[in-house]
Nanobody, 115 residues
Framework: QVQLVESGGGLVQPGGSLRLSCAASGSIFGHNTVGWYRQAPGKSRELVAVIPFSGNINYRPSVKGRFTVSRNDDKNTVDLQMNSLKSEDTAVYYC?????????WGQGTQVTVSS
């Protein structure tokens, strides 16, 4: 089993920044695909950014140039630096990790962008 715990959400004004972090623990092995999704009220969950176990990082077009995803495999963490935040970025953000072909999800952290 793998456990994921997100941190760093909160309330920020438009144009501000937040940094989300996701710490993984448990039976982690191999090269994992990791990333972040988000879900706004009344909407389906959508991909924000993903770092595949091989290949290029992918970003949702609406966050490209504003968000940066990074990983530290020594610490089993994945971060999401969010800059120039907009009201439409308001959502619950979930980290995920694929280990041995199994998807694991965090509990989610709320990000609210509002003046």
């Amino acid at each position: 089993q793998v456990q994921l715990v997100e941190s760093g959400g909160g309330l920020v004004q438009p144009g501000g920044s937040l940094r989300l972090s996701c710490a993984a623990s448990g039976s982690i092995f191999g090269h994992n695909t990791v990333g972040w999704y988000r879900q706004a009220p009344g909407k389906s969950r959508e991909l924000v950014a993903v770092i595949p176990f091989s290949g290029n990082i992918n970003y949702r077009p609406s966050v490209k140039g504003r968000f940066t995803v990074s990983r530290n495999d020594d610490k089993n963490t994945v971060d999401l630096q969010m800059n120039s935040l907009k009201s439409e970025d308001t959502a619950v953000y979930y980290c995920y990790r694929i280990v041995g072909g199994v998807e694991y999800w965090g509990q989610g952290t709320q990000v609210t962008v509002s003046s």
